[in-house]
């Protein structure tokens, strides 16, 4: 014959199995909020019949169930779609980097615009046209003076500016890599915690948790592959190079190169560069997106430099024709070796050097608008002033050297392509920007639609559970009864 004292058993295994479920459910809503926490979910299972006893052991009734135990609790989750979340996020890492870093050149430069470079280069070829109508006019030489200090000004000033956010990519190099290194630690660390537990029997389904937000933030600045080990541990490889491996991590570094200045990486102290990723696109724009404008300004104002001082120096100042004397005088020099035209060996950044003669700026007259002509009054000669504002319209030929022009153009023209192209280029990152977006919201829904905590879902579980956990106290308050009344109320016939 059974256990009196069954159904209490069962009644209290309900009573268990649903105050976990309950537990459960207050865990999620309480992590609704909590980012990458993954839903959990309490797996229950009917514990093992006994056979139902009865006259000669009969089986026909079959098996009397004794209630329920929870089995697990269960971490709703699913690596293919963090697989794919990974591989779209470092995509967009990657974009991020070069659209932040256009964005900002785009910014610097300010074309097209009343203030931009071209504009100030328009408005100096007009002072040399206007110089040309009146060569003694004192106004006209010195708005001629003050349109090319304004261009050497914004040549210097676009110049500093760049080579400043060249720094700051630096800097942004050896922020995120002690980001990535601090990355892989606690990874490793987590390793080490859940390696401690999950041999036990137990699930640490928060510190996984933990661990896959991490292993997403990596997942941003380079390309990772993370592959489950022996203990519930995960190893990380960086393009395919050991970064954890169980317990331990290897050195993400950033060390400064003593030639270039520049930071250069290493992972487990072998040389490394990154080719997707937030990393990437940052090295890339260091090291290629920005010293190509920087070049490309260089070889605009050591060409312009160029023309002007060559007409210039062949040409006639005021006090030239005063003294009859020759000055050789270049218009534009570099300022940190007057005597040296910009562009030179010695001092190889046009742009970032180029300023007015100090000659001419201590003095109108040593402005050289005329040329030595026999035939013309000295002072009414505007040949050189002519042949200067006409560069403008100069078609310069293609070189091979490191200052010549790429193709053959007008400097105008250079510089227009040079903005145009950095136009194309900043729309391209934008447009991949926005798609890798789109792609790595579309997973993480996807992630979430499994993953993700609904507080109405947790609500209706709540009810659900908290009903059973009621009608199993109920059952057991029965079972109580009808035990009290065995006990109690039992051979007590006639008293």
């Known amino acids: 014959m059974r256990s009196t004292f069954h159904g209490i058993e069962v009644s209290k295994r309900g009573l268990f199995a649903q105050q976990s479920a309950l537990n459960t459910t207050g865990h999620n809503i309480s992590n609704a909020n909590t980012e990458g926490y993954s839903r959990q979910r309490v797996n229950m299972q009917a514990t093992n019949g006994l056979p139902y006893v009865g006259m000669q052991a009969s089986i026909e009734p079959g098996l009397l169930g004794t209630g329920v135990q929870a089995t697990s609790i269960q971490r709703l989750r699913e690596e293919f779609l963090d697989i794919q979340y990974r591989n779209e996020h470092k995509r967009q890492g990657y974009w991020d980097a070069r659209a932040e870093t256009l964005t900002k050149l785009e910014g610097i430069m300010n074309e097209p615009s009343d203030t931009g470079l071209a504009k100030v280069m328009d408005q100096m070829w007009q002072a040399w046209q206007d110089l040309a109508k009146d060569p003694a006019d004192t106004s006209a030489r ?25 720094t700051d990519l630096d800097n942004v190099v050896k922020v995120k890599s002690l980001e990535i290194n601090s990355l892989g630690q606690q990874i490793a660390s987590l390793n080490n915690q859940i390696a401690n537990i999950e041999p036990h029997g137990y699930s640490p389904n928060d510190l996984y948790d933990q661990r896959d937000v991490l292993i997403d933030k990596l997942s941003k600045l380079v390309d990772i ?55 990437a696109g940052t090295l890339e724009s260091r090291d290629q997106i920005v010293p190509n404008i920087l070049k490309r300004l260089d070889v605009l104002a050591v060409n312009l430099t160029k023309e002007i001082n060559d007409l210039h120096r062949a040409g006639r100042s005021l006090s030239d024709i005063a003294t009859g004397t020759v000055q050789d005088l270049p218009f534009f020099v570099d300022s940190d070796s007057l005597a040296t035209t910009p562009g030179t060996k010695e001092y190889p950044k046009g742009a970032g050097r180029i300023s007015v003669n100090p000659a001419i700026m201590q003095s109108l007259d040593a402005i050289a608008a005329a040329l030595p002509e026999a035939t013309s009054t000295p002072v009414g000669n505007n040949a050189t002033a002519l042949a200067i504002a006409s560069i403008k319209f100069k078609v310069l030929q293609a070189g091979t050297g490191s200052n010549d022009l790429a193709e053959s153009s007008t400097l105008d023209n250079y510089y227009r392509y040079t903005i145009s192209q950095m136009g194309i280029d900043t729309q391209e990152a934008l447009r991949n920007q926005a798609n890798s ?21 947790e609500m209706a579980e709540m009810v659900k559970f908290q009903h059973a956990y009621s009608a199993s106290a109920r059952v057991m308050t029965s079972m109580d009864e009808i035990l009290d009344k065995v006990i109690n109320g039992m051979g007590r016939v006639g008293l």
């Open 225 to 279: 592959r993370a592959t489950q080990t022996v203990n519930g541990m995960v190893d990380v490889t960086i393009q395919g190079a050991p970064f954890v491996t169980g317990i331990t991590s290897q050195a993400f570094v950033a060390t400064q190169d003593p030639i270039t200045g520049k930071s250069n990486l290493t992972l487990g102290g072998a040389a490394f560069t990154p080719t997707s990723g937030f990393m």
């Open 142 to 166: 010195a708005v001629v003076r003050e349109r090319s200090k304004a261009v050497a000004d914004s040549f210097n000033t676009v110049y500093t500016h760049l080579e400043e956010v060249q």
């Open 437 to 457: 977006e789109m792609l790595v919201g579309t997973v993480n829904n996807q992630r979430q639609s499994v993953s993700g905590v609904s507080i109405d879902e």
